[in-house]
C-alpha cells in the first residue's frame, strides 16, 4: 500500500504562483511513475503532468512552459510548480503513484484562482 497525502493548494490571484507538495510513504519501492491529475467543476479528471522513474516528464498542453513537476527522492516527496496561473486552472489536483499493476491516489488539494 502506498498513502499520498498532497497539501499546498488554496487561494490565488491570476498571474501567482503555488506550490503543491504529495508525500508519499509506506510501500514506496518500484513506483513506476508519479503524477498530478485535477478536476475542475463539472469536468473530468484530466493529466495535468507526469514523471517516471527515469525522470521522462510529461505535461497537458495547457500547462506547458507554466508549470514543473519534479521530485525530492529523499523526502518521498512530488511536486507541481504552478506559476501564471489562470482562473482556469481552479480544480482539485490529485497526486497519483502507479505501481505494477496498482494505482493510488491522493485526497487531493483545492486551488482557486481568482481573476
Known amino acids: 500500500q502506498v498513502q499520498l497525502v498532497e497539501s499546498g493548494g488554496g487561494p490565488v490571484q491570476a498571474g501567482g504562483s503555488l506550490r503543491l507538495s504529495c508525500a508519499a510513504s509506506?510501500?514506496?519501492?518500484?513506483?513506476?511513475?508519479m503524477g498530478w491529475y485535477r478536476q475542475g467543476p463539472g469536468k473530468q479528471r484530466e493529466l495535468v503532468a507526469s514523471?517516471?522513474?527515469?525522470?521522462?516528464?510529461n505535461y497537458a498542453d495547457s500547462v506547458k512552459g507554466r508549470f514543473t513537476i519534479s521530485r525530492d527522492s529523499a523526502k518521498n516527496t512530488l511536486y507541481l510548480q504552478m506559476n501564471s496561473l489562470k482562473p482556469e486552472d481552479t480544480a482539485s489536483y490529485y497526486c497519483?503513484?502507479?505501481?505494477?499493476?496498482?494505482?493510488?491516489w491522493g485526497q487531493g488539494t483545492q486551488v482557486t484562482v481568482s481573476a
Open positions: 497519483k503513484a502507479e505501481q505494477g499493476r496498482w494505482v493510488y
Open positions: 509506506g510501500s514506496i519501492f518500484n513506483i513506476n511513475s
Open positions: 514523471l517516471t522513474s527515469g525522470g521522462n516528464t
